[in-house]
């Protein structure tokens, strides 16, 4: 082996301190040429160009109705982003007379994004005009805080005419925001809210190089944006918009739905509301008006709404008595009035029915044959076959904020009033009067179960992707379900709602008149149908409450009428 003082050894050594001498000289060397020589160059560079991470904006999933047509989709906004790390509040009042809003209002609007990371830019004006734009990109050197940004807005074409299936987006809260891990708008309510999941997608990442004249230097996206999926739900537009048309003025809502498999082909809430308010981040005062103003438009009355059913409930009544023995056959006589005691009940026919079994009594409407029969199936008997059919209970509708009706029983009673339970009660909840109260979804689903033969279906909106949705078989006497659709195609051949005994396709169903809350001479009653078509083999479900609509003749059965002639013309639409 070499010795150390080998001469072959001794070039190795000496080679490997000149090597590392040299590296460490050239490192000191250019350090100090950038420092020393260029230093001032790259210091103002560093001080002159901002970096900026911009979210993109996932793309919300387009929302189609049953025949094809776009209810949700989005547009183009140009927004005015503000560079917090470049904002000074010396210049607050400066950049609110250039944005043309008063500085309090600029104040506010960027405390809202107190949250947000402050290197992320946020929208300080949003959707701006196009003349707008030019104005702002002519001055923009003299801005450098702010630029313009592209996000997809939410559109709703139609407005008013599908606010309370589709709902609308907003900002998230706090712990909303936790929860989603990033800021984008989300589903507030209705389907936006429901599918919000699916429909949102997921924001992506791209980062900004810009200078101190606000002119780009380098632009990199870290993360491709993934948007939304579609959906496809049952509404059927045209139907829709007749509903909209036939119930003008009046406060209250129709529902239309497939009594075999609980998809809805049209649910309208009157008055409605425009969602597209809610896609704005500052419009705060449009939205202030919008909860105090007069109808409550922002309540969704076909599941929140509770109204006495009036005489619907006296299909229930008559379940129930079937249910407990009592044959269809079983009559009582109607002179126009009951007596109980030293109480009077009267029956909204004055001369009176005479003589009455379940078809007639169900066909006319008579009060005083369901008085009769309340009180013979009894307060237990309507109780127990109510709560065995999921009346008054929430019905599973894909759509937040379904209420569920009240079914009034001695315990509650006396819970809520301290005062027992009388036969008066059994006698005017038999006609649907009294505490009880029922959402018109939940009628819907009572009827619709009378129709296809004795199952609960679930309401729902939508159609594709495929959910699986509750049927569920309700264990009652089918020939007790033919005893009641044989009843209710009489309300239409010869009784209550023979106007609709005209149409081509046959229809059953039954009428009600119920009081309002506030009752008393003067005003006018709830005018209530629901029924199903056509009677042979049912497919639809039409449930119509007009408020104060007066007789369920005047307003609610001409409605029914022009939609089931709709589904008669259209039936193609329904498959």
């Known amino acids: 082996m070499f010795g150390e003082k080998h001469s072959l050894i001794r070039f190795r050594i000496i080679f490997f301190y000149v090597t590392v001498i040299t590296v460490f000289l050239v490192l000191f060397l250019r350090y100090w040429y950038l420092q020393t020589v260029k230093g001032d160059y790259y210091y103002k560079a560093s001080k002159e160009n901002t970096l900026r991470v911009i979210s993109l904006v996932a793309k919300r999933g387009d929302i189609f109705s049953l025949d094809g047509e776009k209810v949700a989709s989005y547009k183009p906004a140009l927004n005015i982003m503000l560079d917090r790390n470049r904002f000074s509040k010396k210049r607050l009042k400066e950049i609110a007379l250039f ?28 959707n701006i005009s196009y003349d707008f734009l030019s104005y702002f990109e002519a001055r923009k050197a003299d801005y450098p805080e702010l630029f313009v940004d592209i996000e997809p807005l939410r ?6 005419l599908l606010a309370h299936v589709l709902g609308y987006i907003g900002e998230p809260s706090v712990k909303e925001l936790k929860k989603i891990g990033e800021y984008t708008f989300i589903g507030k309510s209705g389907i936006e809210k429901e599918y919000d999941d699916i429909l949102r997608g997921k924001n992506g990442i791209k980062r900004l190089i810009v200078d101190s004249g606000n002119r780009l230097k380098e632009e990199k996206v870290i993360k491709q944006p993934v948007d939304g999926a579609n959906l496809t739900l049952s509404i059927i537009l045209p139907l829709q918009k007749l509903i909209k048309e036939k119930l003008g003025d009046y406060k209250g809502c129709v529902i239309v739905n497939n ?6 082909y049209a649910l309208y809430s009157n008055p409605s509301f425009d969602p597209n308010v ?12 919008l909860k105090k103003a007069k109808g409550n438009p922002l309540l969704n009355r076909a599941i929140r709404g509770r109204y006495s059913p009036g005489s619907i409930f006296k299909v229930a009544v008559s379940f129930a008595s079937l249910e407990k023995g009592i044959s269809p056959s079983t009559s009582f006589y109607c002179p126009g009035y009951f007596e109980y005691g030293n109480l009077e009940f009267k029956c909204w026919f004055k001369p009176g029915h005479g003589r009455l079994n379940m078809y007639g ?14 009180l013979k199936v009894g307060i237990k008997g309507i109780d127990s076959f109510c709560k065995k059919i999921k009346l008054c209970e929430k019905t599973g509708i894909d759509i937040p904020g379904e209420k569920k009706g009240l079914l009034p029983t001695p315990e509650w009673k006396r819970m809520k009033t301290g005062k027992p339970w009388y036969p008066g009660d059994t006698i005017n909840l038999s006609i649907g009067q009294g505490y009880l109260l029922v959402t018109p979804i939940e009628v819907a689903r009572f009827v619709s179960f009378i129709a296809n033969g004795g199952k609960l279906v679930t309401p729902h909106f939508l159609k594709n992707p495929k959910r699986n949705f509750s049927i569920r078989e309700i264990d009652v006497n089918p020939a007790h379900i033919k005893v009641v659709q ?35 001479k003067g005003k006018e009653n709830n005018s209530w149908f629901s029924g199903f078509a056509p009677y042979e083999n049912p497919q639809i479900c039409v449930t119509v409450i007009a408020e104060r609509g007066g007789h369920s003749t005047d307003k609610a059965v001409p409605i029914a009428g ?11 639409l329904f498959q």
Do not use: W
């Open 361 to 374: 009594g169900i066909a006319h409407s008579c009060n005083v044959y369901f008085y009769n029969l309340g």
């Open 99 to 126: 944005l043309k809003i008063t500085p309090s209002e600029l104040k506010k609007r960027i405390k809202k994004y107190r949250k947000i990371p402050r290197y992320v830019p946020v929208p300080i004006k949003e």
């Open 562 to 572: 022009e939609i089931f002639k709709f589904f008669d013309q259209n039936r193609e």
């Open 486 to 520: 044989k009843a209710m195609r009489m309300v239409v051949t010869g009784g209550t709602a023979v106007k609709l005994s005209f149409l081509k396709v046959k229809v059953a169903g039954k009428t009600g008149t119920a009081q309002t809350i506030s009752g008393g």
């Open 259 to 264: 009594v075999n498999t609980g998809e809805i």
């Open 278 to 289: 809610f896609t704005s981040r500052f419009e705060r005062k449009k939205l202030k008006e």
């Open 155 to 160: 559109y709703y074409p139609y407005g008013k």
